[in-house]
């Protein structure tokens, strides 16, 4: 790679300049410091590629780095210092908005960018594209990475950029699991989510669409089907499990929002998989076949099956075999010095649990990118310690029968008393075999209620079963596990 040669080349011979303090070692990360707060870029063009050295480089443009991006600003290391790369052709956003506010029937004032552009799904400001020029970070937009060289400190872009950077952050996300093409999986009027023009496209085919069929029985499929019913639309949902969100409720729990869904008029078809997916005479899906033969016709498609990590090009960073994705330490450093990863894509320690995961939710996305920067940038040494939160709302457009919004804080596992039944609230709670609380869930909760959550799934209060059992309502329980927590705190 004659360009990246030159790159290096170039890089080294700044660096040497006695203006130019280098890559000092700082939280594990190489730290390029220069003396002007400008950045450094050597149009050079070799081979035909700009040459480019960066300080630090974020490669991906999702909802992980617009957070980091908050972060460099707020110690004043974004201006002329940072360059996000992203694949999108807009500034990072919140993207749980996608199956959210983005789905609102059009005459229930959907949400649209740039309303939700980060930091505003958790309070902070909107940063817009001209929040990334203002604070001089250079994003390059629709120009994804598609090769990496460790041992040139160099990234070359689909446009043919050659970016040279002294941190490199990994925050490439997920991407969405697809059915074969050779099942249909890329058939007109077949939809997939992961970002906004996934979602643009989904709300053109909802237009006019009579009959919606959502495979999955996961996130995606519960929050797509919920937004369908508010466009009035013949709605089934087709998943292999025998209940739907199969990796957090339980059978009774998710029986509820079944319920719930089948009164929206939701069908449901279960223990399902999809053999084919078939084209009418227009060659838009028609109709899809399961593998017991039968037909279900459908002409919108709405596949939730999963998401995958995106690794590549970064390989060989080192992918975690267990649980995919690139592994980190618990201050999001890989094997590479100076090469951190960050969101849906780490592989990281959960400390409280003491075991290697990836958290596919927003939450973690956020803290992560935070808690990364923040050592990249400072002498931070604290091991990232997060407890895992996740949430969902549906039905919350106007008019809707009844909004549905829901919390889980901690583990899922161990046994499970279950209270109320969306009269309106509901709690699930996981006992394990010492008594302990280790995960808590709640649906429609007040502010106070979901705060007392986390609290629960981090202290891990030894609790009565036999009390959270005998309670008289959703209040009671969560009063009985108020005060095993201050029984907790006093022993
Ligand atoms: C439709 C939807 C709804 C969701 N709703 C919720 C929710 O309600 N609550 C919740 O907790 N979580 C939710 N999530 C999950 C949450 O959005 C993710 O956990 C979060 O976006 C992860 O942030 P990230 O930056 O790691 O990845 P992403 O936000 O996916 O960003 C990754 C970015 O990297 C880009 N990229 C990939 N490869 C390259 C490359 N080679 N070069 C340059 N750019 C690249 C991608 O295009 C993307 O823009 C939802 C996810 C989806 C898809
Ligand atoms: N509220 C939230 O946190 C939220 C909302 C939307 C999306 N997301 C994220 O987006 C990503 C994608 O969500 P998702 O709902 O697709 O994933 P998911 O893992 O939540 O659900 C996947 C579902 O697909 C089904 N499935 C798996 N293989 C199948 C197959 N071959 N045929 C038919 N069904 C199959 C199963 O029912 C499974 O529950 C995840 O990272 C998720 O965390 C999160
Ligand atoms: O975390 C979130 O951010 C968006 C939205 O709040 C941004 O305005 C959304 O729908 C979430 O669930």
Redesign the pocket.
């Known amino acids: 790679m004659a360009s990246a040669a030159a790159a290096a080349q170039c890089f080294s011979s700044y660096s040497s300049s006695p203006a130019t303090r280098f890559l000092r070692q700082r939280g594990g990360a190489r730290v390029l410091q220069l003396s002007s707060r400008r950045s450094f870029c050597v149009s050079a063009a070799a081979g035909g590629f700009d040459n480019q050295n960066r300080e630090y480089v974020i490669?991906?443009?999702?909802?992980?780095?617009g957070y980091a991006a908050r972060t460099f600003v707020e110690h004043g290391m974004a201006d002329g210092r940072l360059c996000i790369?992203?694949?999108?052709p807009v500034p990072p956003y919140e993207?749980?908005a996608?199956?959210?506010g983005y789905l609102f029937p059009p005459d229930k004032k959907p949400a649209r960018l740039p309303g939700f552009h980060t930091c505003v799904g958790s309070g902070g400001q909107r940063q817009t594209a001209e929040w990334y020029k203002e604070n001089g970070i250079e994003v390059l937009y629709e120009d994804?990475?598609?090769a990496f060289d460790g041992k040139t400190q160099t990234l070359k872009t689909s446009s043919g950029k050659i970016l040279k950077y002294g941190s490199l952050i990994i925050?490439?996300?997920?991407e969405a699991s697809r059915l074969p093409e050779k099942i249909g999986g890329k058939l007109p009027g077949v939809h997939y989510?992961?970002?906004v023009a996934d979602a643009d496209s989904l709300v053109s085919s909802l237009g006019s669409a009579k009959k919606v069929l959502v495979i999955g029985g996961g996130?995606?499929g519960m929050?797509v089907a919920a937004a369908a019913c508010g466009w009035n639309l013949d709605t089934t949902i087709v998943f292999p499990e025998d209940h739907i969100m199969p990796r957090l409720f339980t059978p009774s729990l998710a029986k509820k929002y079944e319920d719930l869904y089948q009164q929206n008029g939701v069908k449901f078809i279960k223990g399902a998989l999809i053999d084919k997916l078939e084209a009418g005479s227009d060659g838009r899906v028609s109709s899809a076949v399961l593998k017991d033969g039968s037909v279900v016709e459908a002409d919108t498609v709405v596949v939730g099956i999963g998401a995958k990590p995106?690794v590549g090009?970064f390989e060989a960073v080192g992918v975690n075999r267990e649980v995919g994705g690139i592994e980190v330490d618990s201050l999001f450093r890989t094997s590479v010095p100076g090469i951190f990863a960050?969101?849906?894509?780490a592989a990281f320690p959960l400390k409280m649990y003491n075991r290697i995961a990836r958290v596919?939710?927003?939450?973690?996305?956020r803290k992560s990118a935070h808690h990364c920067v923040e050592t990249l940038l400072t002498s931070q040494t604290k091991a990232y310690d997060y407890l895992p939160y996740?949430?969902?709302r549906v039905f919350e457009y106007e008019g809707s029968s009844r909004k549905v919004w829901w919390q889980f804080y901690g583990d899922n596992v161990g046994e499970t008393v279950e209270v109320g039944n969306f009269d309106p609230k509901i709690a699930t709670f996981w006992i394990d075999s010492d008594s302990r609380l280790k995960g808590v869930f709640l649906e429609s909760g007040t502010s106070e209620e979901f705060s007392l959550l986390p609290q629960l799934a981090k202290s891990q209060p030894i609790i009565d079963k036999s009390k959270l059992q005998a309670a008289a309502s959703v209040e009671d329980a969560l009063e009985i596990a108020r005060s095993s927590l201050q029984s907790a705190a006093s022993v």
């Open positions: 490669v991906g443009g999702g909802n992980a780095a790369v992203s694949k999108e993207r749980p996608l199956t959210k994804p990475v598609v925050s490439t996300g997920c989510i992961r970002d996130y995606i929050e995106v090009p960050i969101g849906d894509v596919e939710h927003v939450d973690h996305a996740f949430y969902s």
